[in-house]
């Protein structure tokens, strides 16, 4: 009887003494700059009732989404997140009494110019009751710099198979498979991540924050297989 593990491995299509088979795998490993970098900001409040709260955290999820806003295409999306008012309960005392409400709104951005990301940046962490997270790096999903690691890919298959076929003095002669590795995933970036920033309002503006966009890295493999040439043994 065939074992279990045996009857799992699919059959492995070899090659013949007539056409002989060479698999080979490609890889690509680019580092090209940022597209887009993207931030959070989370906008509070607190009032000594829901509707206070409530007022003062529409009051300031208005101002930030306003500033966002000034910097115009510069800004390519602007969403809000989650959002909540909660009850802060006196920590003695009988019974459920509440102290004072908090309220707080999620707001993420998403920006293409790098030079208005570090003043803006610094404009909403310099506003009260306002945390700012980031920035992410990123490329967008349609970056021709996914095309190029792909197609780098590619030509990196065939100039091994080549190599092979050259190094036992004959060619290849058909391309039978080209398989993208992990089809279901696009090809991997890293990118880096700011440090999250909260500060309280300054009597004088601060200096924007000077960011450096971090370089992504981008990776694609495929596996290949060629028939080549008879060789001479």
């Known amino acids: 009887m065939t074992a279990p593990s045996e009857e799992l491995q ?3 299509p070899y090659g013949t003494p007539e056409a002989p088979r060479i698999a080979v795998r490609g890889e690509a490993h680019l580092e090209v700059d940022p597209e887009i970098a993207r931030i959070g900001v989370t906008v509070a409040s607190r009032g000594k009732d829901r509707r206070a709260a409530l007022d003062d955290l529409t009051r300031r999820n208005t101002g930030v989404l306003d500033l966002i806003k000034t910097y115009g295409d510069a800004v390519e999306r602007l969403e809000t997140g989650a959002f ?10 009988r019974g459920e009494r509440i102290h004072a409400y908090h309220g707080r ?3 993420t951005a998403e920006l293409t110019d790098f030079t208005a990301l570090g003043e803006l940046t610094t404009r909403l962490a310099d506003l009260d009751l306002t945390r700012v997270d980031g920035p992410w790096w990123a490329l967008r999903p349609d970056s021709p710099a996914h095309r190029e ?3 780098q890919a590619v030509r990196e298959a065939v100039q091994r198979a080549r190599e092979y076929a050259e190094a036992l003095g004959t060619s290849l002669t058909a391309l039978l498979e080209l398989a993208d590795i992990g089809a279901e995933n696009a090809p991997q970036t890293r990118g880096g991540r700011m440090r999250s920033m909260a500060y309280a309002a ?5 200096a924007p924050l000077d960011l450096e966009p971090q370089r992504q890295h981008v990776h694609a493999e495929v ?3 060629f028939t080549m040439a008879p060789p001479r043994l």
């Open 84 to 93: 909540s008012i909660s009850p802060e309960l006196k920590e003695k005392g």
């Open 202 to 206: 300054e009597e004088d503006s601060a």
């Open 223 to 225: 596996n290949a297989r």
């Open 149 to 151: 690691a792909r197609q």
């Open 105 to 107: 709104v999620h707001i």
């Open 10 to 12: 699919p059959a492995v």
